[in-house]
């Protein structure tokens, strides 16, 4: 008897373990998707500019763990009354994280890449005009107070409108449902799409922003391939990771990588095709412009990212069909408005963001929310698509958090960005914008006046 039990005993460590292990290489790949951002946005900056928003990318990691570590993970995770902020689980104290399998310490890493992520949007939105004090400022805020209640609303173990309270009483959810957004469409890339809109708007355009173009290197094309390319790699540990274990959930892993790719590939696809229709129309001639392509993968991500483990392939396909439509359309929307969006963060991130909650809603299969949330007996006939001919409530809740997101973001940006302008703190001078931030903050030798600088 004293076998089996200890057998049993040992079954249930190391499948905790073996969850725990998941938890960390799905972290190590988010946190390896700081790279692909720091390529991106290289390939579309000046080159006089090229350091300083490489030292942003660093600072977004670096900073963000103390602050994640010290009040974000706790107001995002810890145990909530209201639903809105968590009470517990600051400063990684022992007491609080040690489990004897490791997995508390890697849900706090895998949740501080989110985070970084989250602030990375930002940086490259505003990039080249923005100051540094605004910068540390803007990030403080958003990693350390903002993005933490969104994440605790969505996803916290109490949160208003999360899926994972554990309970069986469906009165207890919102909608008695709760918001389906897997891996954050809404919690990292709405909440950072919308932040870089309230930034880029107040920031006003760049001095090189005429007719909504700008130009960037000669080898921009290169960087911003190669962070694309990163970005995607490291997506399938965005998405798939968000399982938070491995063990009875390979199925769901698995099929939640494939419909990350399918979506991927159809937004590139539909964009390339798109945009070239659009530039024959109105410019006369028909190319298929890289950047296009690019953009379309990370709209076809993004808009995956809150469906990804309850659609099927077909439900990827058309998200990542609208995600390219609706990339398209928020892109040119924005350059007609005179706002001056540096890597396309808010059509990729917030508009495409908000776009694939709502597509989770609508194209959710009951065999797959059974298999990934079950919150309670028969909840995936609650709790499913209108299309598929169930009731409203699980559209109703995804719409209600788009909106909430939008609403929280925009409003406490706004008081953050708008402050900083108030003060003359949130621009650079326009010597210091011209000459680059590279020689006049980072001790960069300035470019002779003979150069070729773009």
């Given at each position: 008897?004293?076998?089996?039990?200890?057998?049993?005993?040992?079954?249930?460590?190391?499948?905790?373990?073996?969850?725990?292990?998941?938890?960390?290489?799905?972290?190590?790949?988010?946190?390896?998707?700081?790279?692909?951002?720091?390529?991106?946005?290289?390939?579309?900056?000046?080159?006089?500019?090229?350091?300083?928003?490489?030292?942003?990318?660093?600072?977004?990691?670096?900073?963000?763990?103390?602050?994640?570590?010290?009040?974000?993970?706790?107001?995002?995770?810890?145990?909530?009354?209201?639903?809105?902020?968590?009470?517990?689980?600051?400063?990684?104290?022992?007491?609080?994280?040690?489990?004897?399998?490791?997995?508390?310490?890697?849900?706090?890493?895998?949740?501080?890449?989110?985070?970084?992520?989250?602030?990375?949007?930002?940086?490259?939105?505003?990039?080249?005009?923005?100051?540094?004090?605004?910068?540390?400022?803007?990030?403080?805020?958003?990693?350390?107070?903002?993005?933490?209640?969104?994440?605790?609303?969505?996803?916290?173990?109490?949160?208003?409108?999360?899926?994972?309270?554990?309970?069986?009483?469906?009165?207890?959810?919102?909608?008695?449902?709760?918001?389906?957004?897997?891996?954050?469409?809404?919690?990292?890339?709405?909440?950072?799409?919308?932040?870089?809109?309230?930034?880029?708007?107040?920031?006003?355009?760049?001095?090189?922003?005429?007719?909504?173009?700008?130009?960037?290197?000669?080898?921009?094309?290169?960087?911003q391939t190669l962070g694309t390319l990163i970005l995607w790699f490291g997506w399938y540990g965005f998405n798939a990771g968000s399982t938070l274990a491995i063990v009875g959930y390979g199925q769901v892993a698995a099929k939640t990588m494939v419909t990350t790719t399918v979506s991927a590939a159809?937004?590139?696809?539909?964009?390339?095709?798109?945009?070239?229709?659009?530039?024959?129309?109105?410019?006369?001639?028909?190319?298929?412009?890289?950047?296009?392509?690019?953009?379309?993968?990370?709209?076809?991500?993004?808009?995956?990212?809150?469906?990804?483990?309850?659609?099927?392939?077909?439900?990827?396909?058309?998200?990542?069909?609208?995600?390219?439509?609706?990339?398209?359309?928020?892109?040119?929307?924005?350059?007609?408005?005179?706002?001056?969006?540096?890597?396309?963060?808010?059509?990729?991130?917030?508009?495409?963001?908000?776009?694939?909650?709502?597509?989770?809603?609508?194209?959710?299969?009951?065999?797959?929310?059974?298999?990934?949330?079950?919150?309670?007996?028969?909840?995936?006939?609650?709790?499913?698509?209108?299309?598929?001919?169930?009731?409203?409530?699980?559209?109703?809740?995804?719409?209600?958090?788009?909106?909430?997101?939008?609403?929280?973001?925009?409003?406490?940006?706004?008081?953050?960005?708008?402050?900083?302008?108030?003060?003359?703190?949130?621009?650079?001078d326009t010597d210091t914008e011209d000459e680059g931030m590279d020689s006049s903050e980072h001790g960069a030798p300035m470019k002779s006046a003979n150069s070729q600088e773009y």
């Amino acid at each position: 008897m004293s076998t089996v039990a200890e057998l049993m005993a040992f079954d249930t460590h190391l499948t905790a373990e073996l969850n725990t292990l998941w938890l960390m290489i799905g972290a190590i790949l988010v946190f390896f998707m700081q790279t692909g951002f720091a390529m991106l946005e290289v390939g579309s900056v000046h080159q006089k500019n090229t350091r300083n928003i490489l030292l942003k990318n660093v600072l977004d990691a670096a900073l963000g763990a103390i602050l994640w570590g010290t009040v974000g993970f706790g107001l995002a995770m810890g145990h909530s009354e209201d639903g809105y902020y968590g009470t517990t689980m600051f400063f990684l104290t022992k007491d609080a994280f040690s489990d004897g399998t490791g997995n508390n310490y890697a849900s706090w890493l895998f949740q501080w890449a989110f985070a970084a992520t989250t602030a990375t949007i930002v940086s490259g939105a505003v990039a080249e005009r923005c100051t540094l004090t605004a910068y540390l400022v803007y990030t403080t805020s958003l990693i350390g107070f903002i993005y933490p209640m969104v994440v605790q609303i969505a996803w916290g173990p109490n949160g208003y409108m999360s899926p994972w309270l554990g309970s069986t009483d469906q009165s207890d959810y919102f909608r008695g449902c709760g918001v389906i957004d897997f891996a954050g469409s809404g919690v990292v890339h709405l909440t950072g799409g919308t932040a870089a809109l309230v930034g880029a708007y107040l920031l006003g355009p760049r001095r090189s922003f005429v007719e909504g173009t700008t130009l960037t290197p000669e080898y921009g094309p290169i960087f911003q391939t190669l962070g694309t390319l990163i970005l995607w790699f490291g997506w399938y540990g965005f998405n798939a990771g968000s399982t938070l274990a491995i063990v009875g959930y390979g199925q769901v892993a698995a099929k939640t990588m494939v419909t990350t790719t399918v979506s991927a590939a159809c937004g590139a696809l539909t964009t390339l095709a798109l945009g070239s229709s659009l530039d024959s129309v109105y410019e006369g001639k028909t190319v298929l412009k890289l950047e296009y392509a690019n953009n379309g993968v990370l709209a076809g991500l993004v808009s995956i990212t809150a469906g990804c483990a309850v659609v099927e392939p077909w439900g990827a396909a058309l998200t990542g069909i609208i995600g390219g439509f609706v990339y398209t359309g928020g892109s040119r929307l924005l350059k007609k408005c005179g706002v001056d969006d540096v890597v396309d963060a808010v059509p990729v991130h917030g508009f495409c963001g908000a776009w694939g909650v709502v597509a989770a809603a609508l194209f959710v299969t009951k065999s797959n929310y059974k298999a990934v949330y079950g919150i309670y007996e028969g909840a995936e006939d609650e709790c499913g698509s209108v299309l598929l001919g169930q009731p409203s409530a699980q559209l109703e809740a995804n719409c209600a958090f788009v909106v909430l997101v939008i609403v929280w973001t925009g409003v406490l940006t706004s008081v953050v960005f708008g402050t900083l302008k108030f003060c003359d703190q949130l621009r650079v001078d326009t010597d210091t914008e011209d000459e680059g931030m590279d020689s006049s903050e980072h001790g960069a030798p300035m470019k002779s006046a003979n150069s070729q600088e773009y």
